[in-house]
T-cell receptor
Framework: GAVVSQHPSRVICKSGTSVKIECRSLDFQATTMFWYRQFPKQSLMLMATSNEGSKATYEQGVEKDKFLINHASLTLSTLTVTSAHPEDSSFYIC???????????FGPGTRLTVL | GQQLNQSPQSMFIQEGEDVSMNCTSSSIFNTWLWYKQDPGEGPVLLIALYKAGELTSNGRLTAQFGITRKDSFLNISASIPSDVGIYFCAGQLSTGTASKLTFGTGTRLQVTL
């Protein structure tokens, strides 16, 4: 199957700092990337959809100025959590969409802990 | 955001038993997917269903796409310890385009020897 990487896998930061999470599709090109968030013992909730070269579309209730998404190339998308607070602590998962197989492949996730 | 209702929420079963879980929605989907998630990892796709009424198997797993397009179920036969994890259903409106997934609330499965 397709390979998706996320970096870092875990990050702990202080409240008020910004954290950047990278998502790469290693063996396919992704014109569309989905970013999900999963709080402990809960399901995955879509945060935003990004298309390469254009602005991301955010789901209702997700602050676009707080969660900055950049999809500058067909193999890389980044999510930056700005001015992180403890309530932003969550598991963030990216899902690039492979057009050739019409399949979304989940990344391994990034565990963010904000102290 | 919308979530699909999944039941049961959790279950403890003995090794060798069969497991059944289902997922319902108030709106229709054109694709139903079932995922398994292990702790600290991203979900892994188990089965994808593309047509109402479709019954698909993947080893010991069998899933069906409900006729109304508002539900789906997943069966696991002869469970083994490595089946432990959280199972999520997901609905997708479109195929052939990048369409977001709406996830179920999850079923936590624990298998005892």
């Amino acid at each position: 199957g397709a390979v998706v990487s996320q970096h870092p896998s875990r990050v702990i930061c202080k409240s008020g700092t910004s954290v950047k999470i990278e998502c790469r599709s290693l063996d396919f090109q992704a014109t569309t990337m989905f970013w999900y968030r999963q709080f402990p013992k809960q399901s995955l909730m879509l945060m935003a959809t990004s298309n390469e070269g254009s602005k991301a579309t955010y789901e209702q209730g997700v602050e676009k100025d707080k969660f900055l998404i950049n999809h500058a190339s067909l193999t890389l998308s980044t999510l930056t959590v700005t001015s992180a607070h403890p309530e932003d602590s969550s598991f963030y998962i990216c899902t690039p969409w492979d057009t050739t197989t019409d399949t979304q492949y989940f990344g391994p996730g990034t565990r963010l802990t904000v102290l | 955001g919308q979530q699909l209702n999944q039941s049961p929420q959790s279950m403890f079963i003995q090794e060798g038993e069969d497991v059944s879980m289902n997922c319902t929605s108030s709106s229709i989907f054109n694709t139903w997917l079932w995922y398994k998630q292990d702790p600290g990892e991203g979900p892994v796709l188990l089965i994808a269903l593309y047509k109402a009424g479709e019954l698909t198997s993947n080893g010991r797993l069998t899933a069906q796409f409900g006729i109304t397009r508002k539900d789906s179920f997943l069966n696991i036969s002869a469970s083994i310890p490595s089946d432990v994890g959280i199972y999520f259903c997901a609905g997708q409106l479109s195929t052939g385009t990048a369409s977001k997934l709406t996830f179920g609330t999850g079923t936590r499965l624990q298998v005892t020897l």
